[in-house]
């Protein structure tokens, strides 16, 4: 049973379209984040969630949008995909107060053409 | 903003040889972590740190925690080609939900 899985693992779209990203964690977590990964393997943060709020908005584009429906899940939404919007997305959840681990998903590639 | 500095970028070394990757920050960190990151795979958490001057052991992996909870380090002794992979050690700072990744290390061994 995956603890955070995110769906889709491979992406591929053209330039100017509106995708999604989601990602869930069974683990009870109550902190959720997205971060990038660029082809350098810098791990970059850009969103945290804590109980369905946001506590970190990193400098990244208003072209994305995150939505956590509930503390179990935060999606992605990208709006008009850039080149340089290619990268791997990666889903991450931790329990704050308890250790600050961070499980991962396990990525999704995003390739914009 | 909190920053974490994390080198060598890469490291190329015959297997055998011992593995050591350093990580600076900006600002007192309430802990520090460290995870792995195989190929093609997703960053997996190996230890965290949290008192000062902390010295952890997993079979021939080392890592300390500096006195001032600024610094640390990750040493593999005899590093062997499963050792492969990108190491990254990643800090929260004092009253911060924010966990902090340093650019990671490219260990890279040769057979």
């Known amino acids: 049973d995956t603890a955070v899985s995110q769906t889709p693992k491979y992406l591929v779209t053209q330039m100017g379209n509106d995708k999604s990203i989601k990602c869930e964690q069974n683990l009870g977590h109550d902190t959720m984040y997205w971060y990038k990964q660029d082809s350098k393997k810098f791990l970059k943060i850009m969103f945290s969630?804590?109980?369905?709020?946001?506590?970190i908005n990193e400098t990244v584009p208003n072209r994305f949008s995150p939505k956590s429906p509930d503390k179990a899940h935060l999606n992605l939404h990208i709006n008009s995909l850039e080149l340089g919007d290619s990268a791997v997305y990666f889903c991450?959840?931790?329990?704050?107060?308890?250790?600050?681990?961070?499980?991962f998903g396990q990525g999704t590639r995003l390739t914009v053409v | 903003g909190q920053q974490v500095m994390q080198i060598p970028q890469y490291q190329h070394v015959q297997e055998g040889e011992d593995f050591t990757t350093y990580c600076n920050s900006s600002?007192?960190?309430?802990?520090i972590q460290w995870y792995k990151q195989r190929p093609g795979g997703h960053p997996v958490f190996l230890i965290q740190l949290v008192k000062s001057g902390e010295v952890k052991k997993q079979k021939r992996l080392t890592f300390q925690f500096g006195e001032a909870k600024k610094n640390s380090s990750l040493h593999i002794t005899a590093t062997q080609t499963t050792d492969v992979g990108t190491y990254f050690c990643?800090?929260?700072?004092?009253?911060?939900?924010?966990?902090?990744f340093g650019k990671g290390t490219k260990l890279s061994v040769i057979p």
């Open positions: 600002t007192t960190l309430s802990n």
């Open positions: 990643a800090g929260t700072g004092a009253g911060s939900y924010q966990l902090t």
């Open positions: 991450a959840s931790s329990q704050v107060g308890l250790g600050t681990e961070a499980f």
């Open positions: 969630y804590n109980n369905k709020e946001l506590i």
